[in-house]
Nanobody, 119 residues
């Protein structure tokens, strides 16, 4: 079993920065990709960014492009989301997710972590 645990959330003023971390523990695995999603109250969960494990290519939602950066470390067991120029609209629960080989979509999820941006 693989578990994903997010850390680094909290309260920040608009214009500030936060860095979320996602640590994979348990069975060693090589995902196809890892991603960040978020969900605000009353809204559906939305895609934020992903990084393919082979090659490291990245892709971002238009709403965060140029402000957020997804990255991984050399162990390939941690993925990060650097969030800059935060806006109140970025307030949400942020989830880390992994897509295992053979899966059609992201099939391992973290428990989520709250990010609140005050105006």
């Amino acid at each position: 079993q693989v578990q994903l645990v997010e850390t680094g959330g909290g309260l920040v003023q608009a214009g500030g920065s936060l860095r979320l971390s996602c640590a994979a523990s348990g069975r060693i695995f090589s995902p196809v990709a890892m991603a960040w999603f978020r969900q605000s109250p009353g809204k559906e969960r939305e895609f934020v960014a992903h990084q393919r494990w082979s090659g490291g290519s990245t892709f971002y939602a238009d709403s965060v492009k140029g402000r957020f950066i997804i990255s991984r470390d050399r162990t390939l067991r941690n993925v990060y989301l650097q969030m800059n120029s935060l806006k109140p609209d970025d307030t949400a629960v942020y989830f880390c997710a992994a897509q295992r080989p053979g899966a059609d979509s992201y099939d391992i999820w973290g428990q989520g972590i709250q990010v609140t941006v005050s105006s």
